[in-house]
């Protein structure tokens, strides 16, 4: 099974590149890897997707190497309103579609 | 406007007093799941459905069942909740496009079995 594993928590200065690193070492050969973005008591929100390499969007940048047992998701220039949990996201593959979020990672965005 | 809906949006009930937590998409997803989320655990899928009258369990469906008659519809049917039950619960759907899952989250709903 396909499981992730990411920071806690992590703290930056407004301003600042975020890197949030997650490990999905059982990652399925046709699973893609998919982050979310929430705030309290609201439903997740879609950042990125990908597959393999690097993806861009106007919000963030996801880095996959060539093993794909881990991705980093990058957040340029965060501000306070970047304040949130991310969670990344991997399907089982092989024809299964349960879906499993990690426990997430609180980033804590100050002034 | 793209959405997911849910119904009630805050519910308190008593122990053992069937409810159903309504959810529907306008977009014509395949992918419909259901999460529930607890502090400290993270979001646990309970059930999900692939399409119409396909439904699997999650990592946590004891005591919750489902349907899916309508594309659009994936109703949450609580039988005989429990205070274990009390949770914010979110419903989502997505289109089904090879690996790809880009998941659409309704605003939740709040749960309060006494």
């Known amino acids: 099974l396909a499981k992730t594993t990411q920071p806690i928590s992590m703290d930056s200065y407004e301003g600042q590149e975020v890197n949030i690193t997650c490990s999905h070492n059982?990652?399925?050969?046709?699973?893609?890897i998919t982050w979310y973005q929430q705030f309290p008591s609201q439903g997740p929100r879609f950042i990125i997707q990908g597959y393999k390499t690097k993806v861009t969007n106007e919000v963030a940048s996801l880095f996959i190497p060539a093993d794909r047992k881990s991705s980093t998701l990058s957040l340029p220039r965060v501000s306070l309103s970047d304040t949130a949990v991310y969670y990344c996201l991997v399907g089982l593959g092989a024809g299964s579609y349960q879906l499993t979020f990690g426990k997430g990672t609180k980033l804590s965005v100050i002034p | 406007e793209a959405q997911v809906t849910q119904n009630p949006r805050y519910l308190i009930t008593v122990t053992g007093k069937k409810l159903t937590v309504t959810c529907s998409q306008n977009?014509?997803?395949?992918?419909m799941s259901w999460y529930r989320q607890d502090p400290g655990l993270g979001l646990r899928q309970i059930y999900y459905s692939m399409n119409v009258e396909v439904t699997d369990k999650g990592d946590v469906p004891e005591g919750y069942k489902v349907s899916r008659k309508e594309k659009r519809n994936f109703p949450l049917i609580l039988e005989s909740p429990s205070p274990n039950q009390t949770s914010l619960y979110f419903c989502a759907s997505s289109p089904i496009e090879g690996g790809r899952y880009e998941q659409y989250f309704g605003p939740g709903t709040r749960l309060t079995v006494t």
């Open positions: 059982n990652i399925a050969t046709n699973d893609y």
């Open positions: 977009m014509n997803h395949e992918y």
